[in-house]
């Protein structure tokens, strides 16, 4: 069984930082792609960035692009979040996953979901 362990998240000012990891334990699995997503309150769950496993190409959510970076260490199976320049509508659970073949990356129908960590932006 594959797990996924996100961590990182946490309250933070406007206009501030934070990274996230996620870390993939269980049996081994190559996943296509690892991303990230997050859900506000009274929202949908979004899709926030992504990368792939083997080449790193990355894609970005507009909200997003020029403030978050994603990027992962396959030798520690662990994915990375870097978002800077928060604002208070990036308040949100982000939730780590993975895609286990190019449709699910596509679609954005992921396979594997972390737990969730919890992301304050105060204004």
């Known amino acids: 069984q594959v797990q996924l362990v996100e961590s990182g998240g946490g309250l933070v000012q406007a206009g501030g930082s934070l990274r996230l990891s996620c870390a993939a334990s269980g049996r081994t699995f190559s996943w296509y792609a690892m991303g990230w997503f997050r859900q506000a309150p009274g929202k949908e769950r979004e899709f926030v960035a992504a990368?792939?496993?083997?080449?790193?190409?990355?894609s970005y959510a507009d909200s997003v692009k020029g403030r978050f970076t994603i990027f992962r260490d396959r030798a520690k199976n662990t994915v990375y979040l870097q978002m800077n320049s928060l604002k208070p509508e990036d308040t949100a659970v982000y939730y780590c996953?993975?895609?286990?073949?190019?449709?699910?990356?596509?679609?954005?129908?992921?396979?594997?979901w972390g737990q969730g960590t919890q992301v304050t932006v105060s204004s």
């Open positions: 996953a993975g895609a286990r073949d190019s449709g699910s990356y596509i679609r954005r129908k992921y396979d594997d």
């Open positions: 990368i792939t496993w083997s080449a790193g190409s990355t």
